[in-house]
């Protein structure tokens, strides 16, 4: 995985916290426009957190003992949304950090959960292959 950053949407369970922390990749954690991040680097656990548009942010470490895996597994339950970041190790983390948040942003703007959506993909032409469809049956 060389020169990409992907972004995806974790379902707000502490286990899948887990298994993508044990992956190597990046969680967030989302609380109205509050992001947390979290690492496993070193056999500990690396915590930073940042507002958007705030020229500063937090950072904490603590061992990965079973205090603070109840801790990071109780963060499901605790934030609004849960993302996954997966990167590649080489990349400067603080780089990556910026391009999640900014891609959450992006995907799920303002700190108002009210106006946050489903985002639709849509498949380019495919009204107008349902439509050629329709008109073979005919």
Not at 26 to 38: E, G, L, W
Not at 65 to 89: G, P, Q
Not at 105 to 123: K, W
């Amino acid at each position: 995985m060389k020169n990409i950053v992907n972004l995806g949407i974790l379902p707000k369970e502490g286990d899948k916290i887990m298994e993508e922390l044990a992956k190597g990749n990046m969680v967030v954690a989302r609380s109205k426009n509050d992001f947390m991040y979290i690492v496993d680097l070193d056999d500990e656990f690396h915590l930073f957190s940042h507002s958007p548009a705030s020229p500063s942010g937090g950072q904490k470490r603590f061992p990965k003992d079973e205090k603070h895996i109840a801790i990071i597994r109780n963060l499901a339950k605790l934030t609004d949304s849960l993302f996954m970041v997966e990167y590649d190790k080489e990349f400067n983390l603080y780089g990556v950090m910026s391009s999640a948040e900014t891609g959450i942003l992006n995907m799920f703007p303002g700190g108002d959960r009210d106006t946050d959506e489903e985002i639709e993909f849509v498949v380019p032409n495919q009204k107008e292959q349902k439509d050629n469809s329709d008109n073979i049956d005919e």
